[in-house]
């Protein structure tokens, strides 16, 4: 089964390897999607929507809402923002009956990227 939680946060970037009008500082309303893969527990559910909310929170949405993500990542493409967040939930979302299976990050209401683990490997 794949359970997804979605959350929004604002941050400003400029693309400096690119040419174009992304090179200039410019600011979107990002929406994420986490989706984990796994199987219900005993509980029945594959992960708790809470505790997925405050992992988010915590180790993704506190650093980049309201931020310069080039503080962060040196190209912010919304293709290295999605590693970024893979890597960041990997590990602390991972449980005996689950995983993470795939972010995806709209930058713009029609344009967006889906990350998988294949994806992060060598990036």
């Known amino acids: 089964m794949l ?3 979605d959350f ?3 941050a400003a970037h ?3 390897h690119y040419h174009g009008k992304c090179e200039r500082l410019h600011g979107h309303t990002y929406h994420l999607r986490v ?3 796994g199987a219900p527990d005993a509980e029945g559910m594959i992960f708790d929507f809470v505790d997925l909310k405050k ?3 915590e180790l993704v949405l506190s650093k980049l809402d309201h931020a ?3 503080d962060i990542l040196p190209q912010p493409t919304a293709e290295y923002i999605a590693i970024w967040i ?5 590990g602390p979302l991972a449980r005996g009956n689950c ?3 795939e972010i995806r990050l709209w930058e713009t209401e029609s344009s967006s990227v889906i990350c998988r683990r294949e994806d992060v490997k060598d990036a």
């Open 3 to 5: 359970l997804c939680r």
């Open 8 to 10: 929004k946060f604002d």
């Open 14 to 16: 400029n693309l400096i």
């Open 35 to 37: 989706t984990l893969e």
């Open 55 to 57: 992992t988010v929170n």
């Open 68 to 70: 310069y993500i080039n």
């Open 86 to 90: 893979f890597r960041e939930l990997d």
């Open 99 to 101: 995983r993470l299976s």
